[in-house]
């Protein structure tokens, strides 16, 4: 019977573990979201290098931040191939694409808004940079978190290891006696 309810309990836990692998397939994850801001912002501040002549600013942004920014474009990548599949390398290039345009459509609706704002993002940069791009993300307000469902943390309950339990030794059986025949 315990063997029973060991193997069902294993069983249910890890039919638990897949159905939440696959709910999750479609959200975006910490790191995911990371990766989706990261590319947001990075993409307005190369439209507002070639728009509001910043290129020096831009270069500044992209060398503090290199290895970081690679890293958040190889997750932003893993992410589209994981909610996409095969489409996974188009959708990454549709959504920098998408950001590009977005970025540039802003600036040509009000270029000195645009450049303003984006110097202020560049001084927040330049402040932040030896503390790490999330430190500097965390201070810059971007719809990413509006356009992507984060994931839900689905807290699974993990049973408390048990008290090793004393493994009863089997009773024998008395031995008869030996009994004793007195002899006349």
Not at 43 to 49: I, K, P, S, T
Not at 135 to 146: C, N, S
């Given at each position: 019977m315990h063997k029973i309810v060991k193997t069902g309990t294993a069983i249910l836990m890890f039919t638990c573990m897949a159905g939440n692998a696959l709910a999750a397939a479609g959200c975006a994850r910490p790191e995911d979201m990371h990766a989706l801001k990261s590319a947001a912002i990075q993409?307005?501040?190369?439209?507002?290098?070639l728009s509001c002549n910043a290129a020096p600013s831009y270069n500044d942004y992209v060398k503090s931040y290199q290895k970081e920014l690679?890293?958040?474009?190889?997750?932003?990548?893993?992410?589209?191939?994981?909610?996409?599949?095969?489409?996974?390398?188009?959708?990454?290039?549709?959504?920098?694409?998408?950001?590009?345009?977005?970025?540039?459509?802003?600036?040509?609706?009000?270029?000195t808004e645009y450049c303003e704002s984006t110097k202020v993002m560049f001084e927040a940069s330049s402040a932040n940079a030896g503390?790490?791009?999330k430190?500097?993300?965390?201070?810059?307000?971007?719809?990413?978190?509006?356009?992507?469902?984060?994931?839900?943390?689905i807290r699974t309950a993990v049973a408390a290891p048990t008290a090793a339990k004393a493994v009863p030794v089997p009773k024998m059986k008395p031995k008869p006696e030996a009994t004793t025949v007195a002899r006349k």
């Open positions: 993409q307005r501040l190369m439209v507002a290098a690679q890293a958040a474009d190889q997750a932003l990548q893993t992410y589209f191939r994981r909610v996409s599949g095969a489409q996974g390398t188009t959708q990454y290039h549709a959504y920098k694409t998408h950001l590009a345009n977005a970025s540039s459509m802003q600036s040509i609706h009000n270029i503390q790490g791009l430190t500097f993300m965390a201070g810059q307000d971007m719809a990413v978190e509006q356009e992507y469902q984060p994931c839900e943390v």
